[in-house]
C-alpha cells in the first residue's frame, strides 16, 4: 500500500479525532533497522524532554509559530484554518491568545489534503517595515498565494494592505511545500512542491522551467512586488526560472536558512520508502522524480547526476513522513550548536544531524507527538509545534509525558 503524502496523515489525523491518543511504551516502534540507503544513527545524547511551552495555544491545527522581533515573551501561532494568534511564550502566562489575522476568507471554502494557510514570515527589518508575509491556498483556479501586508501598531494583520506577490496553479491538492524563511541575506526563500500525485506524473520536479518542485529565493526589499537575486543562480538561463535556488524536490515541508552560515536546509517528504534531509547548495538538483534518497525511483536513474542528500531515513521503525526542521543557535544546548534538529510525524521522533560530512544523526527523544513543524523563538530555541493543539520547547531531564 502506498504512503499517503504528509499533509493527507495530519489532515487525516485531524479530521478523525481532536483529541491525541499518545502510544503507549509497548506499542512504539522498535529499533531502528538500518540499511545502506539510510544515515548511521546514534543515540549520543540522552535526557531531553519536551516541556509545554504557551499553553493558551491551543488551537486544532497548528501548523506553525514566527518569532516576533523585538518581543521576546511573545510568538505569532497559526492555524491551517486561516488564524494568527498573539501568544505569550511563557509556560507560566495565562494572558488570553489575541486574534491578530484571518485569513480564512482567503482559502478554499472546503479545506482538504494539504490547502490552508501554510506559512507566515516576518520581515527580518518588522521593527521598522511592518511587513508579514502569507503562503496559503486559493482556488478558482487552485493555485498557491505567496502575499505581502502591513501589520498595524496594535499587531493586527491589516488584510486591506494585502499585496499578492506570486501565485502558483496546482493541478491537485497535494505537495503545496509550505517553508517560508528568511536568510542572512535579507532574501525570502520558499518551498514549492511538485504538483502532486504518485511518483511526479507531471514531471515537475525535474523542470526548471516551471516552480514546482523547488525553492524559490526572492528579493521582497523593494516597495512592491518581488525581484530576482542578481546571484540567483539560474539568472540568465533560458531553460529555467530565475527565481529558483535549488529543485528536484517532491513537498519540502519546512525549510530552515542558517542564520550564521546562510545554509538552507530542507526535510523533503518521500514517496514510499526514504524520508531526506537536504543541505541545499545554489543551483543543486536534488533528484526528485528519478531519485528517492540515496536510491533510484525511477530503474537506471544515474544517481550521479544528482545532489546528495545530506541524511536519510526509511519507515522500519514507525517513521513515515518528516517534518523539517531548524538549524540550532541558542544558548541553552550548546553541544547542538549548528545542527539541524528534524523530526517524524508518525512516530514522534526527533533527531538531530551534524552538517559534517559524512552525517551522522542522533536520536534525542521519542515523543510520541505529531509533529507539525519546528520554529525558533527570539532566542534562537527551539519550538516544536504539534497537531495535538500544544506547543512545546526543548528542555532537559528525561523524556517528559505530556498530556
Known amino acids: 500500500m502506498r504512503r499517503l503524502p504528509v499533509l493527507l496523515i495530519l489532515v487525516a489525523v485531524l479530521f478523525v479525532t481532536s483529541a491525541l491518543v499518545i502510544r503507549p511504551r509497548s ?12 544515515t548511521p544513527v546514534d543515540r549520543a545524547f540522552d535526557g531531553y524532554r519536551l516541556a509545554p511551552l504557551a499553553p493558551a495555544a491551543t488551537f486544532e491545527q497548528l501548523v506553525g509559530v514566527a518569532a516576533i522581533p523585538g518581543r521576546a515573551g511573545e510568538l505569532l501561532v497559526y492555524t491551517k484554518t486561516g488564524f494568527v494568534w498573539n501568544v505569550a511564550r511563557s509556560a507560566a502566562s495565562e494572558r488570553e491568545p489575541r486574534l491578530v489575522a484571518n485569513v480564512a476568507a482567503s482559502l478554499p471554502a472546503e479545506l482538504t489534503a494539504e490547502e490552508g494557510l501554510l506559512a507566515v514570515a516576518l520581515s527580518p527589518a518588522f521593527e521598522r517595515d511592518r511587513r508579514a508575509y502569507l503562503y496559503y491556498t486559493a482556488e478558482w483556479p487552485l493555485r498557491s498565494v505567496l502575499s505581502r501586508v502591513t501589520v498595524l ?3 493586527v494583520f491589516d488584510l486591506a494592505t494585502e499585496e499578492v506577490l506570486l501565485e502558483i496553479e496546482q493541478p491537485v491538492v497535494w505537495h503545496n511545500g509550505g517553508g517560508l ?7 525570502l526563500y520558499l518551498g514549492v512542491g511538485d504538483g502532486g500525485g504518485i511518483g511526479d506524473p507531471r514531471e515537475l520536479g525535474q523542470n526548471p522551467a516551471t516552480l514546482h518542485g523547488s525553492i524559490l529565493r526572492l528579493d521582497v526589499s523593494g516597495p512592491d512586488g518581488y525581484a530576482i537575486p542578481a546571484d540567483n543562480p539560474f539568472v540568465g538561463d533560458s531553460t529555467a526560472r530565475p527565481e529558483i535556488f535549488a529543485y528536484g524536490f517532491r513537498n519540502p515541508w519546512q525549510l530552515s536558512v542558517d542564520q550564521v552560515t546562510g545554509e538552507v536546509w530542507v526535510g523533503d517528504v518521500g514517496q514510499e520508502r526514504y524520508e531526506e534531509v537536504n543541505r541545499v547548495r545554489p543551483g543543486g538538483n536534488y533528484g526528485w522524480g528519478e531519485m528517492e534518497g540515496w536510491a533510484c525511483y525511477r530503474p537506471r536513474c544515474g544517481p550521479e547526476a544528482f545532489d546528495r542528500a545530506h541524511a536519510v531515513y526509511g519507515h522500519s521503525a514507525g517513521d513515515c513522513a518528516i517534518t523539517g526542521g531548524r538549524v540550532y543557535r541558542g544558548s541553552l544546548f550548546p553541544e547542538l550548536e549548528g545542527s539541524f534538529i528534524y523530526g517524524d510525524f508518525c512516530s514522534g521522533r526527533i533527531w538531530r544531524v551534524s552538517p559534517g560530512e559524512p552525517a551522522q544523526a542522533w536520536l ?10 519546528f520554529a525558533t523563538d527570539g532566542a534562537g530555541e527551539l519550538v516544536i509545534v504539534t497537531f495535538a493543539r500544544a506547543l512545546y520547547t526543548l528542555g532537559r531531564g528525561g523524556i517528559e509525558r505530556v498530556p
Open 153 to 155: 501598531d496594535g499587531e
Open 181 to 187: 524563511a528568511f536568510g542572512p541575506d535579507g532574501h
Open 364 to 373: 534525542l527523544l521519542d515523543s510520541g507527538l505529531p509533529i507539525a513543524s
Open 27 to 38: 506499542q512504539r516502534p522498535g529499533p531502528v533497522v538500518l540499511t545502506a540507503l539510510e
